[in-house]
């Protein structure tokens, strides 16, 4: 969903927290989806030179005297500023007050820092998420958890796309990854949850380079820190995406 009415080539401002894709056609289900969206609605702004103001209970983009999209402040729960995309010290003002985050990156999506406010006392919070961290029942659930979830979402991806493309040589890679499952459930130790969590990573990435892709974005193997092609530099931009919007609906949340 576009923010505004400005050009996509020149804009490139996104609002698409909540304008999440329907995977069916069904209008019910597809406003369902858009109210439930575990997403918080973001604003992208990433066309460099770009500045983003506040007027009005609006945002306003500009590049130089040019307006090149809006969009009412009630729409935006977060903003991400790109590069050399600065904001004004009233937009600034404005989200703080709204507890709109602005998160801030490298126009190659490198996190620099964010703002937020400070208004919640959260003290209580911090208080037993730290008596938690000691309970190592609880730190190993957890961590299952997390770890579970991942081959999870792992698997799915490869099953959707088999279904779709007919990409058959995922078969094995999708049985080792229900073995890392069950190995999961039976692990000890942060570490054994951790190695666990590591091999499957190897195994879905080692079949990932066979899924249909683009002409421009051909994948070998997975690397970071620094990605050395582009499909790698996508992928870390977008995990980069990614956990800054889940850390900050657990920021939302104390």
Known sequence: ERAGGGSESRGKVVNDGAGVPSIRSDKRDADIRQAYSPFLRTLYVQTQGCTLSAEE???IVRQGNEEIDSLPMAKVEQVYIFGD????PAAMRHCLSREILVTLLSNSGEYFGRLSATTKDV???QRMQLLRSFDVEFVIDA???FARGRIINSIGLLERVCMASKAYMAADAIAGLRKFTAQV???RALEEIQTIT??????????YGCLPKSEIFQFRE???????????SLL?????LLFYNVHSLIEAQG
């Open 57 to 59: 209970n609006r945002f």
């Open 85 to 88: 995309c600065t904001i004004t």
């Open 123 to 125: 003290t209580s919070v």
């Open 143 to 145: 961590a299952k958890a």
């Open 185 to 187: 459930e039976t692990a």
């Open 198 to 207: 590591q091999n499957a990573s190897k195994l879905y990435y080692s079949v």
């Open 222 to 232: 997975r690397s970071s820190r620094p990605p050395r092609d582009r499909m790698n």
């Open 236 to 240: 870390s931009f977008l995990y980069t």
